[in-house]
């Protein structure tokens, strides 16, 4: 804010000037034109409903010289810009460091993973060869989750649900969808701007996955199964003896 200019965070050479934005008193207002990045000064004359044209609201206190940008004001600039549509999005230390090049990470059933949405896995930040890799998981219903069986005894992903043996220690495990994980890394695979999609999905503070025991009634199902199949599998070797 002290050279009295806006700078995008993906593109450090597009940039506005304070004195081209129109004072509403409290807070300031621009046409905004996403192709050629360029402000539309006339905002009566400007057909504000054309595609590329964005109406754009900046709270007075952004332009403020004696006004630090904090994480937390950020975050609560960004949160506002969500609800109310002002189609801005403050840089937090957060989202600076993501820009650099340092990419994000989940918990885990007690254990930190690096997110590398580039390579489709989630890597544990303390041992490179324990991965898991999201392009073999399930999504749920609504496409907002992979979700997988997981051990967790052994901290292992159980990738073929169909032939795992039934163990109290088998839960099932919902991770985040990509938008989540990595908005960034995602505008990057469409080629859209890095932060063009953090208005409407914002980097996250902390990222969770989530265990969720497996119903009882599924767990002494597949128990049953399990012991009817070997059953059967003795009763086959016992009828091989007799012959």
Same mark, same amino acid.
């Given at each position: 804010?002290? =050279?009295? *200019? /806006?700078? %995008?965070?993906?593109?450090?050479?597009?940039?506005? @000037?304070?004195d081209k934005l129109k004072d509403e008193g409290g807070y300031f207002?621009? #046409?905004?034109d996403v192709n050629s990045k360029n402000i539309w000064t006339n905002l009566v004359a400007a057909d504000e409903k054309n595609d590329h044209l964005r109406k754009i &609201? /900046?709270?007075?206190? &952004?332009? +403020?010289?004696?006004q630090a940008i904090s994480d937390e004001l950020a975050r609560s600039i960004n949160q506002l810009s969500s609800e109310r549509n002002w189609g801005i999005y403050a840089v937090n230390g957060q989202l600076a460091r993501r820009l650099a090049g340092e990419l994000p990470g989940i918990n885990i059933d007690g254990s930190r993973f690096?997110?590398?949405?580039?390579?489709? *896995? #989630?890597?544990?930040?303390? %041992?490179? +060869?324990?991965?898991?890799? #999201?392009s073999r998981l399930d999504?749920?219903? *609504?496409?907002?989750?992979?979700?997988?069986l997981y051990h967790t005894k052994s901290k292992e992903v159980i990738y073929n649900a169909g032939a795992y043996q039934a163990d109290d220690h088998v839960a099932i495990l919902r991770i985040p969808y990509e938008l989540k #994980?990595?908005?960034?890394?995602?505008?990057r695979q469409y080629g859209l701007k890095e932060t063009e999609l953090l208005e409407k999905f914002p980097?996250?503070?902390?990222?969770?996955? @989530?265990? *969720?025991? &497996?119903?009882? @009634? &599924?767990?002494? +199902? !597949?128990?049953?199964?399990?012991?009817?199949? !070997? !059953?059967?599998? @003795?009763?086959? =070797?016992?009828?091989?003896?007799? /012959?």
């Open positions: 804010a002290a =050279k009295e *200019e /806006l700078r %995008d965070a993906a593109d450090t050479g597009n940039r506005i @000037r304070f207002t621009m #046409l905004y &609201i /900046l709270p007075a206190l &952004i332009l +403020s010289k004696n690096i997110v590398d949405w580039r390579l489709k *896995e #989630l890597r544990d930040a303390n %041992d490179v +060869s324990r991965k898991i890799d #999201l999504m749920n219903e *609504e496409g907002t989750e992979y979700v997988c #994980l990595d908005p960034v890394a995602v505008a980097m996250q503070e902390v990222l969770n996955a @989530r265990l *969720e025991p &497996i119903d009882n @009634r &599924i767990r002494q +199902s !597949q128990k049953i199964q399990q012991k009817n199949k !070997q !059953q059967k599998l @003795r009763s086959g =070797k016992r009828k091989g003896k007799r /012959l």
